[in-house]
């Protein structure tokens, strides 16, 4: 379980954004933290999720301790372009792989959360090149964006209060801007999980910010479909030679611990980190904890 005193900041860094434009010609928006001397992490959020969730607390942590931070939108999401068709997770993974030579990173250190975890994996089989390690938090080989759909390769799907909430959502649409924000919140309290403080400030704030950056309806129809497009990657990442930590919650509800298990049982190189309390997305209170595992794994590299 994560606990101890709050981990030391060496210095503020100042974020710097950059658009960077796609094999299909989106541009992409991108912020960096940290020295371009240093080695490179990019963090890949889950689907319908743009950059900012990743905290800045844990992103301006792990540069102060000597890593070039990057956080981008992918398509569709925040200030990135918006396509015009359907596409699945290797198009969000070349859109990564794209960012990373656009930036001129070289090889990077990867990190996906949810979804963006199953983007890191397809990105280390399609571009090993660009990557130097993974981190896959709260991630999988197998998830649909459909809910109610199990997942294929016979991994355990969403717990009840996912579930619940969407039965709550499509029994009764939020209606007017209010509603939607609370709903929205409401959301991401399921994703914390009940067995941690939920910051209602916080995330209240962060949902603003969300809706602020142009966040459209459409982005979780199209990421949902690109979750749905993708098949297993159980069968393709036990070819994976890239040193990887797993990092799960005991108590996601989204994608319980037996899909972190199976990523750690599939991967030749992988170490899992279970996190008892923890949800599907840990609270950003966590931020110095999760960076120290991080960094961890990044210098073990």
């Known amino acids: 379980m994560i606990s101890g005193p709050p981990h030391p900041t060496k210095g503020k860094t100042e974020p710097m954004e950059r658009q960077i434009a796609t094999q299909d010609g989106l541009r992409l928006w991108t912020e960096s933290f940290g020295s371009r001397r240093d080695p490179a992490l990019l963090l890949v959020m889950g689907g319908t999720a743009p950059g900012i969730v990743w905290p800045d607390e844990l992103c301006r942590l792990i540069a102060a301790d000597g890593f070039f931070v990057v956080r981008y939108d992918h398509r569709d999401t925040g200030r990135s372009g918006k396509s015009d068709g359907e596409y699945d997770l290797s198009t969000l993974a070349a859109d990564a792989a794209d960012v990373i030579v656009g930036l001129g990173l070289g090889a990077a250190h990867v990190a996906g959360q949810s979804a963006g975890g199953m983007v890191a994996q397809l990105l280390a089989l399609d571009r090993p090149e660009l990557v130097r390690s993974l981190v896959l938090l709260s991630s999988s080989p197998d998830a649909n964006g459909d809910v109610r759909l199990p997942p294929r390769t016979g991994l355990p799907g969403p717990r009840p209060p996912v579930l619940e909430r969407v039965a709550r959502l499509t029994a009764s649409p939020p209606q007017g801007p209010e509603e939607s924000l609370a709903a929205a919140v409401d959301g991401w309290r399921v994703l914390v999980g009940d067995t941690v403080p939920f910051d209602q400030v916080y995330w209240g704030d962060l949902v603003r910010r969300v809706l602020a950056r142009g966040q459209g309806p ?84």
């Open 218 to 301: 459409d982005t979780a129809w199209r990421h949902a479909v690109a979750l749905d497009r993708t098949p297993p990657l159980t069968g393709r990442i036990a070819a994976l030679d890239v040193p990887t930590l797993v990092v799960h919650g005991e108590r996601d509800p989204v994608l319980p611990l037996e899909h972190g298990e199976e990523l750690h049982r599939v991967i030749p190189r992988a170490r899992l980190w279970r996190i008892a309390a923890m949800g599907h997305i840990f609270p950003p209170h966590w931020s110095s904890a999760i960076g120290s595992l991080v960094v961890d794994h990044l210098r073990r590299v």
